[in-house]
């Protein structure tokens, strides 16, 4: 028997939607070796959002850090 997601392999995996945006992603927080997901161009978005909100609450400024 299949699954939902195999029978749907257009859903994104964090919002559970149709979307033809998918592209596999991984987690921010999981890091590199973390699990890939298939996500929504709507759903990295707000990742990235987040994630942006997050780097300056702790005070760096848009450009990214490459030490
Ligand atoms: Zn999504």
């Known amino acids: 028997?299949?699954?939902?997601?195999q029978c749907n392999p257009?859903?994104?995996d964090w919002c559970n939607k149709?979307?033809?945006t998918l592209i596999s992603h991984r987690d921010l927080d999981e890091g590199f070796?973390?699990?890939?997901?298939?996500?929504?161009?709507g759903?990295?978005?707000?990742?990235?959002d987040q994630a942006e909100?997050?780097?300056?609450?702790?005070?760096?400024d848009d450009d990214?850090?490459?030490?």
């Open 18 to 20: 149709l979307s033809t």
């Open 53 to 60: 909100r997050e780097l300056e609450d702790m005070g760096f």
């Open 33 to 41: 070796f973390g699990p890939e997901y298939m996500v929504c161009a």
């Open 1 to 5: 028997m299949k699954t939902y997601k």
């Open 43 to 48: 759903c990295r978005r707000k990742e990235s």
């Open 64 to 67: 990214w850090y490459c030490g």
């Open 10 to 12: 257009d859903i994104c």
